[in-house]
């Protein structure tokens, strides 16, 4: 008999990580209405591209990034941090509110902020490193004679 105890985690875990996107979007919406934010450019696709970011890491079930999620996430990006790195990390994040763990406000308000943690410099890092170029991807366009010196 086929076990169906893991097609069902399976499901469960898609609509966990809904449920999470869900909340993710409605606090994207809270800093969207927020006056403090409201001269910050391009804040909707900010917000959108955090979330996503975010959503990345591998959350706990209560929705935030926790040690672990935080290692993972670093080996990802090539910069692994010792465990002591990772807990400064994270208290350089969320202020040092006693949880070890960085929940989507402290993280937007992290990327947003004019400080800058660790986790901040390498995301953006990451971000300009397999960002795209400026110059548009494809051949240089086609020049006619009439254009040669």
């Known amino acids: 008999l086929p076990d169906s105890s893991n097609v069902q985690r399976g499901k ?3 609509l966990l990580k809904e449920q999470q996107r869900q909340k993710l979007e ?8 927020d006056q403090k934010y409201s001269d910050e450019e391009d804040l909707a ?3 959108e591209g955090f979330k996503n970011k975010y959503a990345e890491f591998d959350l706990n079930d209560q929705g935030e990034i926790d040690l672990m999620g935080l290692k993972r996430m670093m080996e990802k990006l090539g910069v692994p941090k010792t ?3 990772l807990k400064k990390m994270i ?3 969320t202020g040092g509110s006693s ?12 990327m947003l902020g004019k400080r800058s943690a ?5 995301l953006i890092f990451e971000d300009k490193a397999s960002g795209s170029p400026c110059k548009p991807a494809g051949p240089p366009p086609k020049r006619d004679i009439a254009s040669l010196p």
């Not at 949880?99 to 406000?105: C, E, K, V």
Request: glycine content about 2%; proline content about 0%; overall charge negative.
């Open 83 to 85: 465990h002591l790195e």
């Open 26 to 33: 409605e606090i994207n919406k809270e800093y969207l209405e």
């Open 12 to 14: 469960a875990f898609g």
């Open 45 to 47: 696709e900010k917000l």
């Open 91 to 93: 208290v350089e994040v």
């Open 118 to 122: 660790v986790l901040k410099l390498v």
């Open 99 to 110: 949880s070890n763990t960085i929940n989507y406000r402290d993280f937007v308000k992290m």
